[in-house]
């Protein structure tokens, strides 16, 4: 069968999460920053939240037959370069995906993964720490927990390098551990890999909290897999074009900031 193909075709990038109607997080941010670097992304979504820039009030989340359906047709469809996870919502939706995209799917995989909002409202039936241990994070290419989750993933791990250290042993490829939590001076993100090679990026603490930092970080890197960039030069220029749109952010309603996504 001929294909529409052509030689500067945008690559397509499959992200999987939850929707937030102050456009901050979620899956628009996914979109706004795969754009941003060039791909088009298609969305898979997992969960219907009631959140605004400040807090979480309510959520909804799809069933996993529902969330495997729009897997299934999405990827019928489209040649996917990459696949970008978020807000799962349950441990059912993660181990829906996950055996999904291991019998179905050889791109690159980035898991963020989403256990609570900024603020710590829950957005989960259930505890999905299991679930990302037992099934998603094992085919990831990139993990991109912040301090908090790295913590509440690998618990028993007595300080950071040996809790990313445990994440690797269960079949991740990288983990980013980003340092936007706190009241340090400087950012610290720390890539650790299953080669045992480590490296960091620091950047200028700003002043304000954002809304979608995270989402914006691993979709950004997501597109630069789907571009053809290697793990190392994919989250330099990931981690870049998150710091630039969190200093361009604005803050449009009464909460967090809002990071500007452009190209």
Not at 25 to 49: K, P, R, W
Request: charged content about 20%.
């Amino acid at each position: 069968m001929k294909t529409n193909k052509t030689a500067h075709q945008r690559p397509v990038v499959m992200v999987i999460g939850g929707q937030d109607p102050s456009g901050g997080a979620g899956l628009q941010a996914d979109i706004e920053s795969i754009m941003a670097a060039g791909c088009h992304a298609v969305t898979v979504l997992t969960a219907v939240t009631v959140q605004d820039s400040a807090s979480v009030a309510d959520f909804m989340v799809m069933e996993p037959e529902l969330v495997l359906a729009q897997m299934k047709t999405v990827m019928a469809d489209f040649p996917i370069a990459a696949v970008k996870t978020g807000m799962m919502g349950s441990a059912g939706n993660i181990a829906a995906v996950s055996d999904w995209l291991k019998q179905n799917s050889k791109a690159p995989l980035v898991v963020d993964p989403v256990l609570a909002s900024n603020e710590g409202d829950r957005l989960a039936i259930d505890d999905l720490v299991p679930a990302y241990r037992e099934k998603l994070l094992p085919i990831a290419t990139i993990a991109t927990p912040n301090s908090e989750e790295l913590e509440r993933l690998a618990p028993a791990a007595k300080g950071q390098s040996k809790a990313a250290a445990e994440l690797l042993a269960l079949g991740c490829d990288h983990v980013l551990v980003t340092g936007g939590h706190g009241k340090t001076g400087k950012i610290h993100n720390r890539l650790y890999s299953r080669n045992g090679k480590t490296s960091e990026m620091s950047w200028p603490r700003l002043a304000h909290e954002y809304h979608g930092s995270g989402c914006t970080l691993a979709s950004a890197a997501a597109a630069q897999l789907a571009l053809g960039e290697k793990v190392k030069p994919a989250l330099t220029i990931a981690q870049a074009y998150t710091y630039q749109a969190l200093v361009k952010g604005e803050r449009l309603g009464k909460g967090q900031w809002i990071p500007f996504r452009k190209s």
